[in-house]
Structure formats: C-alpha cells, structure tokens
C-alpha cells in the first residue's frame, strides 16, 4: 500500500527558505498519470492547499499564497519537494503530501502523516 | 475563488446515534466534492468523492449527498473511532483546491 512520508526541519527563521521533501515508499511516484500535492494546516485552522505537481513537473499553485512556492519533483530518489521563500510566522503549520486519489478528480488519499514546521527567530 | 461553509463548527452526539454535518458552496461545485476524516496527529483519510461515492474501505455508515452548493455528509449510529475533525473539500474549479473550515465531531 503506498505510503508518504514528510520530512525536513521543524524550525525555520523568518525571511528563511522552508524545505521539505515527501517520500513516496511501496510504489513508484513516476509509475502512476496521478498527481502529487502539498498542504498544510495552520495551528487552529483547517487544511489549506499549497499547489500539485504532475510527473511531468508541471505544477499549480494555491495564488493565495504570500510567500513564494516551488514544487519540484525528482522521480529518481521516489521523492517530491516544497519549498517556500521568505517565510513569516503565518507560515507555521502542519505540513502534508498527500497523492491525487485513483477515481479521477482533483480529492487526495493517501496523505502522510505530516510535520510541523515552526517559523520563528 | 470558491469558499466552502462548513456548519455547525462543533456538533456534540452520543455513541450510536447519528451525525449531519452540512456544508455550502459559494457558487456550484456540481458533484466535484470530496469529504475527509481527521484525527490529530493523523493523516487526513478520504471518505467520500463524487459527493455521494465511498472511497474504498470505509464503511457503509457514512454517506454523502448533495449537489451544486449544499452538501451533507452523514454518519449513521456513531463509532468511537468516528469522534474527529470532517472537512469538506471542493475540486470542481481550481486553482486553488478549496477546502471549508471543518466540523469537530465531538462525543456527547
């Protein structure tokens, strides 16, 4: 059964980059037309999507976003990436990856587990 | 962008009994609506899509229902496992992918 996993550090300075990675384990990212997605959850607040990558390397991105974002994808370490510049405290939250579902339509499961990230000197 | 209302933020019910969680588009979503479980510390599950279609393995208790911009997710004769956190999430028009605030299901 496919899994993710986030990973990266929990503690980012302000104005820093936010990296983290999703690696995707009994299953092939590259082997599969779905798409794969970052979210995050605000402490208190609901799940807001952050953008998807196709495996093509095309992305879309959430435009409500203050701080800039890139997905990337690299199909040789089984692995997707989020990174997003110039962070502020408003960018606290619980990371997730999550794969587009199988039925078609833009819904995601399975997701990780997530990680927290805390921006903050 | 397309807001999703989720009501009522906390709903309080007794094992057994049943739960209608509601929510609301701001313009018609048509049947592009998916309904997730979540526990903290958990990985969001999938539960419904299509609005009204089981995703695999979860159990024929939970239903859903709806189309345009009112949606209802409904959980017959509760679990303690089913005591989360539901959203509902729209994939009709995006970007962006829009989800609403959430319904805690909270034991009564």
């Known amino acids: 059964q496919l899994q993710l996993q986030e990973s990266g550090p929990g503690l980012v300075k302000p104005s820093e980059t936010l990296s983290l990675t999703c690696t995707v384990s009994a299953g092939s990212i590259s082997s599969t037309s779905n798409y794969w997605g970052w979210f995050r959850q605000p402490p208190g607040k609901g799940l807001e999507w952050i953008g998807n990558?196709?495996?093509?390397?095309?992305?879309f991105y959430n435009p409500s976003l203050k701080s800039p974002v890139t997905i990337s994808v690299d199909t040789s370490k089984n692995q997707f990436s989020l990174k997003l510049n110039s962070v502020t405290a408003a960018d606290t939250a619980v990371y997730y990856c999550a794969r587009q579902a199988h039925y078609g339509g833009s819904m995601f499961d399975p997701w990780g587990q997530g990680t927290l990230v805390t921006v903050s000197s | 962008e397309i807001v999703m209302t989720q009501s009522p933020a906390t709903l309080s019910v007794s094992p057994g009994d049943r739960a209608t969680l509601s929510c609301r588009a701001s313009?018609?979503?048509?049947?592009?609506l998916a309904w997730y479980q979540h526990k903290p510390g958990q990985a969001p599950r999938l539960l419904i899509y299509g609005a009204s279609t089981r995703a695999a393995g979860i159990p024929a208790r939970f239903s859903g229902s709806g189309s345009g911009t009112d949606f209802t997710l409904t959980i017959s004769s509760l679990q303690s496992e089913d005591f989360a956190v539901y959203y509902c999430?729209?994939?009709?028009?995006?970007?962006?992918?829009?989800f609403g605030q959430g319904t805690r299901l909270e034991i009564k």
């Open positions: 999430q729209q994939y009709d028009n995006w970007p962006p992918i829009t």
């Open positions: 990558i196709y495996n093509s390397g095309s992305t």
């Open positions: 313009q018609s979503v048509s049947s592009n």
